[in-house]
Each structure stands twice: as structure tokens, then as C-alpha cells.
């Protein structure tokens, strides 16, 4: 069974930027999460997906974060314009309806913001 | 306010030995308290889930204990191995899985 996949998995952009993240979670998941990892820190959730209906984005920046699950498997989140504190690790997971305690976790995207 | 306290120092044993890293929290009622491995440039591998009603919970080398009065759960590895070296993290659940609140972790480094 393959993980959750994320691509890519370094980014460098200049400030003021966009920049897109993607997600495959594992087949037949249908929560989605997107955290964010800061150097040291655990992870932060910034929004979960049950099938494509965003049911928590309330840590969502949303003047500049926005995601989409169009159809209830892909996840892409953006960031417009990015900053320079948004460098992080963000990371995608995903949990079935069956097994709702168990989070598998992508590799991450790791973003630099120059 | 709402804490998750892991030790922020690493925690340096010998191999055979026994390690123990703790979770403290704070004005949080968790249904759930489970604990991830993060190894360096990947993502968090969860290990064990413990319960609310639950007092211990073991795997293998694993030992995970809960104690809703402390507010407190330990993760025990027995017999560490250089390669359990790696950051644990602790991560609580309210809600019925609806929320994953994650600490800081804690950095193992198992010497041969």
C-alpha cells in the first residue's frame, strides 16, 4: 500500500510569492489534514477534510492560506503572497473512516522563504 | 491556557537501557493520547494510542501509561536500541478524533 504522497519536497521562493503544496493521501481515506511544523515544534493542524468538505479550518490563515479537495482525494493548499515566516515543514495526513485514531503522515514540503 | 509539555532537552541513554519521555498537558480534556515517532525529514509514524479509561497500553518494547488525574502519560522503550534514537512526540485527542492537539517532543538518543 503506498503512503501518503506530497510533492514537492523542498520549495525556495523569494517573499511576496505564491507557492502550492500537494497531497495524495492513501486510497480510500477519507480524512485529509494539512499541518504545519515548525523547527522544534510538534505539528499544528491548519485545516481536516472529511471526503471534500473542509468540517475545521478555523487555524487556516485564510487572508493568504487557502485549500481545496475538489474531489474528495487530492488536497492542494496555497499560500498568496507568501512571508518570510511561513518557512516550515507543512505536512499532509490522512485517516480512514474505520480507523479514525490512526493519522498516516506524508514526507512534508519543506518551504524556505527568502 | 492550553499546554502540551514534552521535555525540550534530549534525553541520552545507553543501549539495553530503558528510556522514559513524559507528556504533561494542561486544561485539556483528551479522549485519547497517542505517540509518534518523527525521524529527521519525514513525517510523524504513529506507535500507540491509549485511552482515557485505559491505565497502560504495550507493544512490543513500548509501554505507554496515562494518568488523567496527573494529567500525565509516559512512553517507556525497554531494551533501547541505537536505532530507537529519533523525536517522540506526543499528540492528544478531544472530540471523538476531531482534534489532534501535538507536543513539542522530545529528542532520543540511544548511545551503543
Known amino acids: ?114 | 491556557s492550553q499546554k502540551i509539555e514534552q521535555n525540550s532537552e534530549a534525553l541520552n541513554i545507553q543501549e539495553g537501557k530503558t528510556a522514559t519521555l513524559t507528556c504533561n498537558y494542561t486544561n485539556y480534556s483528551p479522549a485519547y493520547l497517542q505517540w509518534y515517532r518523527q525521524d529527521p525529514g519525514r513525517g510523524p509514524v504513529f506507535l500507540l494510542l491509549i485511552r482515557e479509561n485505559e491505565k497502560e497500553k504495550r507493544k512490543e518494547r513500548l509501554k505507554v501509561t496515562f494518568d488523567t488525574t496527573l494529567k500525565q502519560s509516559l512512553f517507556h522503550i525497554t531494551a533501547s536500541q541505537p536505532a530507537d534514537s529519533a523525536t517522540y512526540l506526543c499528540a492528544l485527542a478531544e472530540d471523538n478524533f476531531n482534534k489532534f492537539y501535538f507536543g513539542s517532543g522530545t529528542k532520543l538518543n540511544v548511545k551503543p
Open chain 1, 1 to 114: 500500500e503506498a503512503g501518503v504522497v506530497q510533492s514537492p519536497r523542498y520549495k525556495i521562493i523569494e517573499k511576496k510569492q505564491p507557492v502550492a503544496f500537494w497531497c495524495n493521501p492513501i486510497s480510500g481515506h477519507n480524512t485529509l489534514y494539512w499541518y504545519l511544523q515548525n523547527l522544534g515544534q510538534g505539528p499544528e493542524l491548519l485545516i481536516r477534510y472529511e471526503n471534500e468538505e473542509a468540517v475545521d479550518d478555523s487555524q487556516l490563515p485564510k487572508d493568504r492560506f487557502s485549500a481545496e479537495r475538489l474531489k474528495g482525494v487530492d488536497s492542494t493548499l496555497k499560500i498568496q503572497p507568501a512571508e518570510l515566516g511561513d518557512s516550515a515543514v507543512y505536512l499532509c495526513a490522512s485517516s480512514s473512516r474505520d480507523s479514525q485514531e490512526t493519522q498516516y503522515f506524508g514526507p512534508g514540503t519543506r518551504l524556505l522563504v527568502l
